[in-house]
C-alpha cells in the first residue's frame, strides 16, 4: 500500500497495512447491497446464474432470517452469502448458495469468512442440515458431504458430486428422502421488481 507523506510516495510496512487498509467484515445484508451484490453475482456466474436448478429454490423467497450476509471492505460491497428455509424430503433444513467474492478480494479467506460465519449463524439458530449444489473440494473440509445427499432430489437437473449435504446435528438427514422443496418466506417485493432489478441468487 502507498502513503503519501510531504509529495513523496513511500511503501507502507506490512505489518502497518492492518492499521492503514480497512478491514473486511462480515454483516446482515442491507436493503442498500442489493445492486452490489447483483452486480457481484453477475460477475462471478453471469446470466446463467438464473437457469440453475438450485435457483428454482430461491425464486421469489425470502432468505432465512438472519442468514443473509455481506462481507464489506470498508462500505463495498466484496462478498455475499444466503441460506433459504428448505424442506429435504421431508426434513427441515436450509439451502445454502450462493456464495460470491469479489475477484479483487479472492484468496484473502473472505469465502471462509462468510462460510464459518454462516455455519456458526445456523447452529445457534437451531438449524439441524443445509444442502448445497457446489464444488466437493472447497465445501468437504467445512463438513459436507455426497453421502448425506443420494436419497434426495432436486427440482431439476443437477451434478450429482456436486450435490452436498451436512447434518448439524448428528443424524438430521438419515430419514431425508425425495425432492427437496423450498418453504420459505415468498419475497413479496420481488413479483412488484421491474425485471431488471429482479432478485437472484
Known sequence: MTLISNEMQIQAPGALQAFVTPAIHIVDESAADVHARESLLDEAFGAA???KTAQ???DSR?????LALAA?????????LRMWSIEAGGVPALLLGPLAVAKSCRSRGVGRRLMAEALFRAFVAG???????????YYEPFGFTRRHTVDLSLPGPVDEGRFLGLEIEKGALTEAKGLVKATGALDLLA???APEYRYAA
Open 127 to 137: 438449524h439441524k442440515a443445509i444442502l448445497l449444489v457446489g464444488d466437493a473440494p
Open 49 to 51: 446464474r438464473f437457469e
Open 62 to 66: 425470502l432468505p432465512a432470517p438472519g
Open 56 to 58: 428454482r429454490l430461491r
Open 191 to 193: 413479483h412488484r421488481s
Open 72 to 80: 464489506k471492505d470498508g462500505d463495498a460491497l466484496v462478498g455475499t
